[in-house]
């Protein structure tokens, strides 16, 4: 089965420093994976998505991300950290299977202080 | 912790049918709730907004008459895809936030596959 862990329930990170926020997962198959950014109460926000290719992907606002299939982690990463980047952060899963659930983890809040 | 639950997990219908998802929050009340649609190897998509008690916020590029949501009561929000067709085939969510505990937090329902024949 599915799922998906963030073992932080939340990050504290000063302006200007480099932020991580960690997400690993469980699929037996090979893995869609994807960030998402929730502001006060809006909807989510879709940062970046590994299907393939390049282990590092970039995404928006200068976010990144890494898959590691041997630590089978998709950590997301800014080498800056802004205060406007305090938000909530999603990490989700989606199996190559055909199938279409989408497992989310339960979330990470982030800290930026000025 | 808190559950979100979304019915029905899969559904299977024929063109020109409507068909009703049903959002609901067991143990928290939700005042607001989210409508997401996704499709294969793509990111979530925001539909709409679900205010209870008031007219949705439907994103662009979003029918409203299409996809009809009625958010009646702080535990229910449910989505009517209207004559639905093949193109409406997807992969449903809904999220919704709960308030009052100090920390605002999402929680998501475990997705609605709609598939129209």
């Known amino acids: 089965a599915q799922s998906v862990a963030q073992p932080e329930d939340q990050v504290n990170v000063a302006e200007g420093n480099p932020l991580t926020v960690k997400c690993t997962y469980s699929?037996?198959?090979?893995?869609?994976l994807f960030w998402y950014v929730q502001y006060p109460n809006r909807g989510l926000q879709f940062l970046l998505k590994?299907?393939?290719?390049?282990?590092l992907v970039k995404g928006s606002y200068g976010f990144e991300a890494e898959f590691n299939k041997s630590q089978t982690s998709f950590h997301l990463k800014k080498p800056s950290a802004l205060v406007s980047d305090s938000a909530l952060y999603f990490c989700?899963?989606?199996?190559?299977?055909?199938?279409?659930?989408?497992?989310f983890g339960a979330g990470t809040r982030l800290f930026v202080k000025a | 912790g808190a559950v979100v639950s979304q019915h029905p997990s899969r559904v299977i219908c024929k063109s020109g049918t409507s068909v009703k998802i049903e959002c609901r929050s067991l143990?928290?009340?939700?005042?607001?709730m989210f409508w997401y649609r996704q499709f294969p190897k793509q990111s979530l998509m925001l539909m709409a907004t679900?205010?209870?008690?008031?007219?949705?916020?439907?994103e662009q590029g979003v029918e409203k008459d299409k996809f009809l949501i009625n958010h009646a009561s702080l535990t229910l929000s449910t989505l009517t895809v209207t004559s639905a067709h093949p193109e409406d085939s997807s992969f449903y969510i809904c999220?919704?936030?709960?308030?009052?505990?100090?920390?605002?937090?999402?929680?998501f329902g475990s997705g609605t596959q709609l598939s129209v024949l």
């Open positions: 999220s919704a936030i709960q308030t009052g505990t100090g920390q605002e937090k999402l929680f």
């Open positions: 699929v037996s198959g090979n893995p869609y």
């Open positions: 590994y299907i393939t290719g390049d282990n």
């Open positions: 989700a899963v989606r199996e190559d299977t055909g199938g279409f659930k989408t497992i």
């Open positions: 143990d928290f009340q939700a005042t607001t």
């Open positions: 679900s205010n209870e008690g008031s007219k949705a916020t439907y």
